[in-house]
């Protein structure tokens, strides 16, 4: 079966770094995708990794170990408009999308 | 418009009713999805379109019908809603079917049924 794991929620403090795992198993892998959810709207992109190693994008940045089957999402500096769920999907043998149930991140002043 | 719209917002539909969700891009994208999104779980695949007038079958097919008759529009049907249904439906589209495709969102359809 095909399966993506995140925490389903964590809690941090605004200024501070907060790490979300993805860890999954799939048919095939062929990128994996970070997205950001904020309540009741839709899933908008942060990043793609296909290569192992660390991609930075601002205060973002995006982790993958293909052997481990392994990727993070680092968000740094953290503000409270980062309050979100942030969504991990890989891209299978079938270049299709299979999503994880999302990590809720709550920021506290 | 800019990007995907999806209508209606929202609707509260009787079982057994029949319902179309309407989706339209205006980015000229190849690929079109649709997704359902329940509290817990990922968003999950229901029907996808590579090209206008092709369409295949995603993981949750069961009780939706789509057409692609056109690059811009991709509605999804439910012939005899049932309660299991209530969700909240995505459009998404890409540009291309395949790797590193980034998938953009429409702002989705809450839908309830009872």
């Known amino acids: 079966g095909q399966n993506i794991d995140q925490p389903t929620e964590m809690t941090a403090t605004e200024g501070a770094i907060v790490q979300i795992n993805c860890t999954y198993q799939?048919?095939?892998?062929?990128?994996l995708f970070w997205y950001q959810q904020h309540a009741g709207e839709a899933p908008t992109f942060l990043s793609y990794?296909?290569l192992d190693g660390l991609e930075e994008k601002g205060r973002f940045s995006s982790f993958l170990s293909r052997s481990k089957g392994y990727s993070y999402l680092l968000l740094k500096e953290l503000q409270m408009k980062d309050s979100a769920s942030y969504l991990c999907?890989?891209?299978?043998?079938?270049?299709?999308?299979?999503w994880g149930a999302g990590t809720k991140l709550i920021i506290k002043p | 418009i800019a990007g995907i719209t999806q209508a209606p917002t929202s609707q509260i539909l009787a079982a057994g009713r029949r319902m179309t969700l309407r989706c339209t891009q205006d980015?000229?994208?190849?690929?079109m999805y649709w997704y359902r999104q329940d509290l817990g779980l990922g968003l999950r695949l229901i029907h996808y379109?590579?090209?206008?007038?092709?369409?295949g079958k995603g993981e949750v097919p069961d009780g939706y019908s789509v057409s692609r008759a056109n690059t811009d529009d991709f509605p999804l049907t439910l012939a005899s809603a049932v309660p299991s249904q209530t969700s909240v439906y995505f459009c998404?589209?890409?540009?291309?079917?395949?790797?590193?495709?980034?998938?953009?969102f429409g702002p989705g359809t809450r839908l309830t049924v009872l």
């Open positions: 998404a589209s890409s540009l291309l079917a395949g790797e590193e495709n980034t998938q953009y």
């Open positions: 980015m000229r994208h190849n690929a």
């Open positions: 379109s590579n090209t206008a007038g092709t369409t």
């Open positions: 799939t048919s095939g892998f062929n990128g």
């Open positions: 990794n296909v």
């Open positions: 999907a890989v891209v299978d043998s079938n270049y299709q999308l299979i």
